[in-house]
């Protein structure tokens, strides 16, 4: 999608998405109204910003590392925000319900991450960049 605003509206709505499918999934995932917004935002600006720094000195071609620093870096992610934010607003309770949350979060990531690395469709009478 080219734009560093277009990626990071994409991964907040990746975000937004599994976020609020996590907390109706798990008992041990609160996040209220009022600070998912701030949660969304924090943990957006986590992500794209550790996984620039990742993409930018890992290998691109070791799928592997790819993949556990993915996890790694979404758990990170996770538990600073779950750190910053107060518990009222955003607490995560219990390994299983970590290891879920980050799982669908990650999962989340991954699909921002083919979406958003698919070149542009090609518009009919304009001339490629």
């Given at each position: 999608?080219?734009?560093?605003?277009?990626?990071?509206?994409?991964?907040?709505?990746?975000?937004?998405?599994?976020?609020?499918?996590?907390?109706?999934?798990?008992?041990?995932?609160?996040?209220?109204?009022?600070?998912?917004?701030?949660?969304?935002?924090?943990?957006?600006?986590?992500?794209?910003?550790?996984?620039?720094?990742?993409?930018?000195?890992?290998?691109?071609?070791?799928?592997?590392?790819?993949i556990v620093g993915?996890?790694?870096?979404?758990?990170?992610?996770?538990?600073?925000?779950?750190?910053?934010?107060?518990?009222?607003?955003?607490?995560?309770?219990?390994?299983?319900?970590?290891?879920?949350?980050?799982?669908?979060?990650?999962?989340?990531?991954?699909?921002?991450?083919?979406?958003?690395?698919?070149?542009?469709?090609?518009?009919?009478?304009?001339?490629?960049?």
């Open positions: 999608m080219g734009s560093l605003g277009t990626s990071v509206l994409i991964s907040a709505a990746a975000n937004a998405v599994s976020l609020v499918l996590c907390a109706w999934l798990f008992d041990g995932f609160t996040i209220t109204w009022g600070w998912l917004i701030a949660a969304i935002i924090l943990f957006t600006a986590l992500t794209v910003t550790l996984r620039s720094i990742v993409v930018n000195t890992v290998n691109r071609f070791t799928r592997g590392y790819t993915g996890l790694v870096l979404t758990a990170l992610a996770l538990v600073v925000t779950d750190w910053i934010v107060p518990a009222s607003g955003f607490e995560v309770h219990g390994w299983g319900t970590w290891i879920g949350v980050i799982a669908i979060v990650w999962a989340a990531g991954i699909a921002y991450g083919e979406v958003d690395h698919q070149a542009p469709r090609e518009v009919p009478g304009q001339s490629p960049s």
